[in-house]
T-cell receptor, first 116, second 110 residues
Framework: DAGVIQSPRHEVTEMGQEVTLRCKPI?????LFWYRQTMMRGLELLIY??????IDDSGMPEDRFSAKMPNASFSTLKIQPSEPRDSAVYFC?????WGGGALGYTFGSGTRLTVV | SQQGEEDPQALSIQEGENATMNCSYK?????LQWYRQNSGRGLVHLIL?????REKHSGRLRVTLDTSKKSSSLLITASRAADTASYFC??????????FGSGTQLTVLP
């Protein structure tokens, strides 16, 4: 298994541009999570999906952020328009519910976004 | 928002020594998990302890959980230089999501 695959690994973009981050979860995992990591705020949950349906998007900072999961093997996180304060490492993680409610997460390698 | 607070924020020890990291949280949980993050990499799941468990072992890792004090500790025995990383605790509550602590940066000196 190749694990959770994120692309691109690095993205540098100019303020105002649209940015799309991509994630391929582990096959068979029914939960997908998007996290953002910064020095100031640590790891923040942005949104998560269960069986391709968004369950909680309360962590999405503002309307400039949107996420989709059109099928079980693909998700995108889009920022439009991007701002310098969006600079962070964005992680995707997937997991499965193996009974008893306890989840094991597998993280991707992250996308380091720099907005200049 | 972050659920857990970890201490110390940074820990530096010699190879072969034991490292202990602590995590406190605020709300009731279903389980608590520990993750490791090497610089510039994603997080790697280390161990999970359920709310009805008090102690769990995995190789050189020992995790304790005290739900009355809302705290957990991670002990790494006989540390190695390769253990140098950031360590995060994360809690799962009634919602199916993990909330991460602020992390402890562990440096193991050869």
């Amino acid at each position: 298994d190749a694990g959770v695959i994120q692309s691109p690994r690095h993205e540098v973009t100019e303020m105002g541009q649209e940015v799309t981050l991509r994630c391929k979860p582990i096959s068979g995992h029914d939960y997908l999570f998007w996290y953002r990591q910064t020095m100031m705020r640590g790891l923040e949950l942005l949104i998560y999906f269960n069986n391709n349906v968004p369950i909680d998007d309360s962590g999405m900072p503002e309307d400039r952020f949107s996420a989709k999961m059109p099928n079980a093997s693909f998700s995108t996180l889009k920022i439009q328009p991007s701002e310098p304060r969006d600079s962070a490492v964005y992680f995707c993680a997937s997991s499965f519910n193996w009974g008893g409610g306890a989840l094991g997460y597998t993280f991707g390698s992250g996308t380091r976004l720099t907005v200049v | 928002s972050q659920q857990g607070e970890e201490d110390p924020q940074a820990l530096s020890i010699q190879e072969g020594e034991n490292a202990t990291m602590n995590c406190s949280y605020k709300t009731s949980i279903n389980n608590l998990q520990w993750y490791r993050q090497n610089s510039g990499r994603g997080l790697v799941h280390l161990i999970l302890i359920r709310s009805n468990e008090r102690e769990k072992h995995s190789g050189r890792l020992r995790v304790t959980l005290d739900t009355s004090k809302k705290s957990s500790s991670l002990l790494i025995t006989a540390s190695r230089a390769a253990d140098t990383a950031s360590y995060f605790c994360a809690t799962e509550g009634s919602a199916r999501q993990l909330t991460f602590g602020s992390g402890t940066q562990l440096t193991v000196l050869p």
